[in-house]
């Protein structure tokens, strides 16, 4: 239930039984609605045999792009010597993805293993239903002590304690870097936020790990608001890459007609979300991955700090650490900033596991495709349980152990349209080893086709391409067969809500050229 502009709106999520496609209905509250689902504790899951129940720390970061790790050197000064020890000790899921680029439907894919279309929280606006059930609600059922604390972000702006967890720290919306009046959620009791975010709720995490009490498993997910925009480092890292030199992408420039951009990607140079219009400013985009990058640094520290307490305990070995992103961001990619598109920018994230006794101490990386998708089967096979039926996620522990599994060879991409952010139009999108396919609803445009093994920075798109017709062709039933397998083929249409990013410079660039092979040669 939430407020929304003066008019109280409740939703319900059904479904005709495990695996069946869900619904949702959305009501005014003077409008005679249908009878409401009393939330109900998930049935028991069935234990995997022999198997031992582990310890869980995940930390989740917002708007991390995959490659903004040291060890992967994307600009010469960017470091990250705690992040590069879990990859230098454990798994590296190189392409780590998000079946939606955007804060609330990821997050919420994250937490119930299903996609956007399954779940239904598809933008940053509307209630998450109170049917759905939360992987850490089944960890709770099986006797682990759970805590979350952080950025929770689904739905409307409220943030109070959600089910599954024995403790909670949280905070409103996107909440504050620096101190705010609106304070944080600690187990339901409003308490002042007094210090630099990210050092706080790691400060929080420490504390519940050095209260705890007795031989329970736990499992501690720190949601980090960092480093999600307007970037504020923390006072001793402010400043420290100031005038590095930075590597624009090769991208950012204009495209040429040989690159078949779509129009409504150039026009969207000129928008809150182009690097012609940033935001509805002028920043530099090389000015703002700097300070990306300085903002970043506590996090790593936080890590850090983590895994000091975890080896303090002597349990750090046998702790399954799992650290990633809630979605990308480009910086100048294309000629934009921010997700939402389907672009590897937008969709990739950094994804590292570390747990020796689980996945041995030599380091991995693993190249399959693994997704937000697949977090809580991976998690709850983690805690020694079977997931349940129904989820569109899979366990990953066997490709992290090095195993030859049977694995996905396409992710299935979608994104919503937004009209408080009406500049990226509705995404689906096929995602495979080598080519990705792009479909876009709503607008009279050009769709996109990339071969990821010549052009991984996506910047020649082969859709009128003679000799790709069929590959096309392919990708694009795969695509409804995809969402036709697990309800996909019915789009959700949301209440208008939220702020409005919708204007243009008027100095700035002029609109985009239409693709020329749509138009009549006569």
């Known amino acids: 239930m939430g407020d929304n502009g003066g008019l109280t709106r409740r939703i319900l999520l059904c479904g005709a039984g495990v695996g069946a496609p869900l619904g949702l209905w959305s009501w005014d509250a003077a409008v005679a609605a249908p009878t409401p689902v009393k939330r109900r504790k998930p049935a028991p899951l069935a234990r995997q045999p022999g198997a031992k129940p582990r310890n869980i720390v995940v930390i989740l970061t917002d708007d991390h792009r995959y490659d903004a790790l040291g060890f992967l050197k994307p600009q010469t000064f960017l470091e990250t010597p705690n992040l590069d020890r879990l990859a230098a000790e454990g798994v590296h899921f190189k392409n780590g993805m998000v079946t939606t680029a955007l804060c609330s439907p990821s997050r919420a894919s994250i937490f119930t293993g299903l996609y956007a279309h399954q779940h239904r929280v598809v933008d940053n606006n509307h209630a998450i239903d109170p049917a759905l059930t939360f992987f850490p609600e089944h960890l709770q059922r099986a006797g682990y002590e759970t805590a979350f604390i952080g950025k929770w972000h689904m739905g409307p702006e409220g943030d109070d304690p959600q089910p599954g967890f024995d403790h909670w720290v949280s905070f409103k919306g996107q909440g504050t870097y620096l101190p705010s009046p609106s304070g944080l959620n600690v187990d339901g009791r409003r308490v002042p936020q007094a210090g630099y975010i990210t050092d706080e709720l790691t400060d929080y995490a420490l504390r519940w790990l050095e209260r705890r009490k007795g031989d329970k ?28 030199p930075f590597r624009y992408p090769a991208t950012m420039a204009p495209a040429t007609p040989d690159q078949v951009r779509p129009s409504w990607v150039q026009d969207q140079r000129n928008s809150w979300h182009g690097v012609d219009y940033p935001y509805h400013s002028r920043i530099d985009i090389a000015d703002y991955y ?10 790593d520290e936080s890590a850090g700090r983590l895994m000091d307490h975890l080896q303090t305990r002597g349990v750090l070995e046998s702790t399954l650490i799992l650290y990633l992103g809630d979605n990308g961001f480009a910086f100048g990619e294309h000629g934009l900033i921010d997700k939402r598109t389907a672009y590897e920018e937008s969709i990739r994230i950094p994804m590292l596991a570390r747990c020796p006794e689980l996945f041995g101490d030599a380091p991995r990386v693993v190249d399959q495709v693994v997704a937000n998708i697949d977090m809580a089967p991976t998690l709850l096979s983690a805690a020694g349980l079977v997931p349940p039926k129904g989820l569109s996620g899979r366990d990953a522990i066997p ?11 396409a992710l299935l991409y979608e994104y919503y349209w937004e009209r408080n952010f009406p500049q990226t139009p509705t995404v689906h999108a096929v995602r495979g080893d080598r080519y990705k396919y792009i479909r876009y609803h709503g607008v009279w445009d050009a769709d996109e086709l990339y071969d990821l093994t010549v052009d991984p920075l996506e910047a020649r798109n082969l859709i009128f391409s003679p000799g790709h017709e069929a590959v096309a062709r392919q990708l694009n039933t795969r695509l409804f067969d995809m969402l036709a397998e697990t309800g996909g083929t019915n789009m959700p249409l949301a209440r208008d809500a939220g702020f409005r990013g919708w204007r243009r410079r008027r100095d700035g660039p002029p609109q985009g050229v239409f693709p020329d092979m749509l138009l009549d040669p006569r």
Do not use: C, N
């Open 399 to 409: 490709l992290a152990q090095g195993k030859a599994v049977p694995w996905r060879d």
């Open 290 to 299: 700097r300070r990306y990058a300085e903002t970043l640094l506590a996090v």
């Open 217 to 244: 498993p736990f499992m501690l997910f720190l949601s980090h608001k960092a480093v999600h925009s307007d970037f504020i480092p923390a006072d001793r890292h402010r400043g420290r890459y100031a005038g590095a």
